[in-house]
Every structure is written in C-alpha cells, then in structure tokens.
C-alpha cells in the first residue's frame, strides 16, 4: 500500500533522529504510518525489537491485526486483554495496565517504543514506566497535549520527544482522507430553575476568583465551583428532547451518541427506541462483555443505526459505518471532541459525508463552540446554529 502524501512527508522528519510524535486525526492513517516505521526500523537493523503501548484492549487487538499482515505470528506477542506473553518477541504489543508486567524484560536500548494514544501515558505513575533509555520512540494521537495539567511537557515529551508533524481535520478534509462532513450546533435551553442555579454558580465563580487573584485551576473550592456548574448544564432536562427531535430531522444512515454519563445515556437509549424507524442500543462498561460486544456488532451490520455511549467510544474503536455524531455534552475537553468527531470521519464507499451535532445549554459552552466554529468556517465546512422549539 502506497505512503499518503502526508505519511511521505512525516517519514523522513521522523527517521532523522528516530524520535517525536506524530499528531494526526482519527482516520488519517497514523497505524499504517507506524507499521511503515518500524518495518524500516527493523530492515535496517533485524536484531532490534518493537515495543508497542496502546490504551485500550480494542486497540490491542487492532494493532494485532494490522501487523499480522505483514509478520508471522510468533514474531509477535499480545500483553493485556487476559493475554500475558511469557517471552519478548520481535513485536510486543501490549496495553499500558499489563505493562508493568514486562516492562523489566524489554531492552529499551534496543527497542522502538510506539505508543498509540501516546497522551495516554501522562500520568506519574504511567511515566515512570516508560522513562527509559530507548534506541528510538515514536507518539502517535490526534491530541498529544493534555488540557488540565503540564504533564505533556513534564512526561509525555521527555520520553517520546518533541511533535514534529501535525496533521488536523482541515488538512484531511482537503487531501480527502476523510469525508466532507458538516457542524450543526443546537441550542437547548435551560429550564428556569437550571437557569437560577447556573447564575448562582456563575457569581460564585467570580467572586472565588476574585478572592484568589484569578481563575487559579489549583484552588480547590474554585475547581469545584466550575465542575458543580458544568454537570448542572450537562445533564440539564431539555438535552435529551432536543438531541431525539434532532435525530428525527436530519437523516442519516446511523448514529453515534456520545452523552454525560451512563443515566444520561439509558435515558436517550429508551427514548430513542419509542420512535418509528429508529432501533438503538447502549455500548457502556455496565453492559457484561457478550453484551457490549452484540450490540457493537449489530451496529456495524446495520441492525442497530443507533449507538449510544459515554466515553467507551472515545478512542480505539474504529466506526467508519456511522455518519452522524452527535455528542450530547458539549465537552469543554478539545482532545474529547476531536476524538469523538473522528469516530464518524473515515471514508467508506457509500458515505457521501458525516454530520456533526453538538448540543449546549449555556454561555460558556457557546463562546468555546462559537471559537471552534469560526475556525471551521474558515476553511469552507459547512455551520449551522439553531434552537430548540418551544
């Protein structure tokens, strides 16, 4: 398979000092890349090894078959996922929980280490597994940096290196590695008493930060302020009601629906599945295993054109048979958006486009969605704001 113009581009940056981190969108071929390092990697030096972290059992098994087509299976070993590799092969692949079980037996000077979801690994604990002499590293997520802490400077960057390429969904969309897709943003309301509360929180918020000397995220009863004031909005009543009355307007094939929380998402799941023509299911870690897995599978072969989730979807699973989203907590994280954006974005041979909808209830959540959508406009994707019939 020929290298995308992009991946011709990022190669040689990062085969000049074997490190850095490749920041590219969901969809836009950062595992083919990979495998296309590591197999020059290993051409050039047969008796070195790879080393390669993923977050998620789903990705484990993703990078499994990925490989599987270009290396024989006894060059390659799973650590993680109720599997336990009794000895380093030429590929270990192995989630980032099940890495302290090895992790003593690797050769990081002989070793590539590949870590997918690399802003996974920003964590003291998570660091300081993989703070190692390694002979070469490679970072591969379309969000490295982290919002609420330093740690992509503190730990990410000092064991897999600077970001030495950025590829974005502006980048894709006009290279056509991903769909042409389209933002719709639904305003759902407060109610009255959401409101009373929103302001109440809102004053309170100003006045700690006042006291404090600024929006100091370290100030303990600030950051409580601010998290109490976003669950009151995430989960607030109208949310629901719009995000089905959306659904039922814009026809699309099939649905993600990315919600606040479980209760959130059962509620939407039972709602949805009152309307003619829709068929939903939840895809959650409450669900026993046989259970989530049915209801992934039955999405994909279309006998569910609904799925609705937390954060189970966020990464690692690939979707290229849905083209709505619709994230029902406008999230203020950029990297959960981003990710949750690129579940719908692959291109697949009857998708014409995907749309996005995101739905929001107060001032704070427009002005950061309101930035975003500037940014879009931009480049020619198409915007649209609306609000919820009274």
């Known amino acids: 398979m020929k290298l995308r113009e992009w991946q011709e581009k990022a190669f040689p940056l990062w085969w000049k000092n074997k490190r850095g981190i490749i920041k590219v969108v969901t969809g836009g071929g950062k595992t083919f890349f990979a495998i296309h390092c590591l197999r020059k990697y290993l051409e050039e030096d047969h008796n070195k090894n790879i080393l390669i972290v993923v977050p998620s059992i789903a990705l484990l098994d993703q990078w499994y078959e990925s490989l599987s087509q270009n290396f024989s299976d006894r060059e390659i070993s799973l650590n993680g996922g109720g599997e336990q590799t009794t000895s380093i092969t030429k590929i270990c692949i192995s989630t980032i929980d099940s890495l302290k079980n090895i992790i003593k037996e690797v050769d990081a000077s002989n070793s590539l280490l590949i870590v997918d979801e ?3 690994i920003g964590t003291e604990k ?6 190692n002499n390694w002979h070469a590293t490679l970072g591969l997520s379309a969000t490295p ?22 590829y974005d969904y502006i980048d894709a969309r006009e290279d056509e590695v991903i769909v042409n897709f389209k933002l719709l943003y639904g305003y759902a309301a407060l109610l009255p008493e959401e409101e009373n509360k929103y302001r109440k929180f809102t004053k309170s918020i100003q006045r700690r930060a006042a006291t404090i000397g600024g929006q100091d995220m370290n100030d ?3 950051k409580m302020l601010i998290f ?7 989960n607030s009543k109208n949310r629901i ?52 897995q049915e209801n992934l599978e039955n999405f994909k072969a279309g006998k569910l054109n609904v799925l609705v989730s937390c954060t189970a979807l966020d990464e690692g699973f690939d979707m290229p048979e849905a083209d709505g989203a ?11 958006r981003i990710q949750r954006m690129g579940r719908v ?16 209830s107060s001032k704070t959540e427009y002005e950061k969605l309101r930035e975003e959508s500037n940014r879009y406009k931009l480049e020619g994707v198409p915007v649209k704001w609306q609000q919820m019939s009274l």
């Open 118 to 120: 690399c802003h996974k």
């Open 126 to 131: 998570r660091g300081e597994m993989l703070t």
């Open 145 to 166: 940096e982290r919002d609420y802490d330093d740690n992509f400077y503190i730990i990410i960057k000092k064991i897999l290196g600077d970001i030495i390429f950025d």
């Open 220 to 222: 303990y009863p600030l």
């Open 228 to 234: 109490n004031r976003a669950r009151l909005v995430k």
């Open 241 to 292: 009601p719009y995000g089905i009355e959306l659904i039922q307007k814009y026809e699309r094939d099939s649905w993600i629906v990315f919600t606040e929380n479980k209760k959130q998402a059962k509620e939407f799941n039972k709602k949805v599945n009152h309307i003619k023509g829709f068929e939903s299911g939840i895809y959650n870690t409450d669900l026993k295993d046989d259970e989530r």
């Open 326 to 336: 619709m994230i029902l907590s406008a999230s203020s994280s950029k990297r959960q």
């Open 345 to 360: 974005l692959r291109i697949t041979a009857n998708k014409e486009n995907a749309l996005i909808v995101t739905v929001y």
